[in-house]
């Protein structure tokens, strides 16, 4: 397992106070940034987190924008900076597949749950900037994917990760993968290197048992359109679910603090002052776009696997399954890829009332897991819990990359074949079987 640390230059001479304090402010905004989202980490939030005056922050930084340009470039350079360096090593030395693709898994991981609050802010904070700002940082996160493509391609090429599967998308899920944890994972209760290992040998072996790898895996082409039903409503029915609809886009394409009732109402074509008749407040809506998303999802994704509810294609079930979930992401219902995108963003409260669903939702992939397993489809050695959520977080993480319309280049897939590569991943494994 590589050293997680990064090593620094020799100092030739101790810091100055300016450069101590304007650490200080930067370590201060990333948790900021990493617990509670750009918006709401404003300037005076950050002079109180770092211990000093309110107006003594402007010293250091303009603006909050200088800000967080510095601890997007921190979060990620410094990752960047040790997995190169990692991986020049392991090539030159033709070290084997297993450990390297586990020692990268773990340099992320480490960094992103335990290393460095400057990393975790980056990856949460990233989907939900302006344009202007991503654009900014893109060129190191494109060097950061090009280390990762690099591997994959290498092992690739000698016969040793299968080659069914495009290294772009497959990159960008892996690394998706490992990004979510950070909206789950308690690196205080468990140890990341356990996660680490977990999350490698799921992405090279896959869950099922050996006896069963490799067999065919259903498509069930029966993809739910979005339907609103709005022909059926009446006119005041009609016009409050053009506003949630507007909502659902508003918040899953600008993040919930830009979602004002005024962006709302410019989305819907309406006055803002109409949308108060039918909502008290933006809270109103949020609530009800997020009970939305996640009963379309619970919903859909049971009524997918009712068919073979009482089959023994275990493996059928959890491939529909999957097929299920990410058809509500990108499909079936705008409001389920809104609830994903901003649940991260959301404060305690807000996401605590909408808990049992989820929970639910979870229970229900359970007993599918459970089931399988029972069956001797998934391995013994794999705890169904942990799976789960490693599982439905990398399904969840493809609404921050993938884009359906750029199928036609030859780097990316449609929808069906994404479903289809992610299928054969998270049963089959990345490896070739000897």
């Not at 950070?182 to 006896?211: F, I, N, T």
């Not at 993040?255 to 109103?284: C, L, N, P, V």
């Amino acid at each position: 397992m590589p050293e997680m640390s990064i090593t620094p230059a020799p100092a030739m001479k101790s810091p100055k106070k300016s450069d101590r304090t304007r650490a200080q402010i930067l370590s201060a905004a990333a948790r900021l940034f990493r617990d509670e989202g750009h918006s709401a980490a404003t300037m005076r939030r950050i002079s109180q987190a770092a211990g000093m005056e309110a107006g003594s922050i402007y010293y250091h930084f303009a603006a909050k924008e200088e800000i967080l340009d510095a601890v997007l470039e921190i979060g990620l350079r410094d990752l960047f900076t040790k997995v190169e360096s990692y991986w020049k090593s392991a090539k030159a030395r033709q070290d084997g597949v297993r450990t390297v693709f586990s020692d990268m898994v773990d340099l992320h991981l480490g960094f992103l749950l335990t290393h460095s609050d400057f990393t975790s802010a980056n990856i949460r904070t990233y989907p939900v900037l302006p344009e202007e700002m991503r654009s900014r940082h893109r060129p190191l996160r494109k060097a950061y994917a090009a280390l990762w493509d690099d591997m994959l391609s290498w092992y690739q090429e000698r016969g040793l990760l299968r080659t069914d599967m495009r290294v772009a998308p497959l990159r960008q899920f892996i690394i998706g993968a490992l990004n979510w944890t950070v909206e789950w994972y308690d690196a205080a209760r468990y140890p990341v290197e356990e996660l680490s290992q977990r999350v490698a040998k799921l992405l090279l072996e896959g869950m099922s048992e050996e006896s069963v790898r490799g067999h065919p895996l259903p498509s069930t082409g029966k993809l739910a359109e979005q339907d609103s039903g709005d022909a059926a409503k009446g006119k005041a029915a009609r016009s409050r679910a053009q506003v949630l609809s507007a909502a659902a886009r508003t918040i899953r394409d600008r993040g919930y603090k830009a979602a004002t009732m005024r962006a709302i109402a410019q989305e819907a074509g309406s006055e803002a002052g109409s949308i108060y008749y039918h909502f008290r407040s933006k809270e109103d809506i949020l609530d009800e776009v997020l009970d939305l998303g996640l009963r379309d999802l619970l919903n859909g994704v049971r009524d997918a696997v009712a068919d073979t509810a009482a089959s023994k294609d275990h493996r059928g079930r959890i491939a529909t399954a999957m097929e299920a979930h990410l058809n509500y992401l990108f499909q079936a219902s705008e409001f389920t890829s809104a609830n994903i995108r901003i649940y991260g963003q959301l404060p305690k409260e807000v996401r605590a009332r909408h808990w049992p669903v989820r929970h639910e939702y979870a229970r229900l992939w359970d007993g599918i897991l459970k089931a399988a397993q029972n069956g001797g489809d998934i391995r013994s050695d794999i705890k169904v819990v942990p799976l789960r959520q490693v599982m439905l977080g990398a399904l969840n993480w493809t609404v921050e990359w993938f884009d359906p319309a750029k199928s036609t280049n030859p780097d990316h897939y449609d929808l069906a074949e994404l479903t289809g590569m992610l299928q054969k991943l998270l049963l089959d494994g990345l490896l070739v079987k000897r």
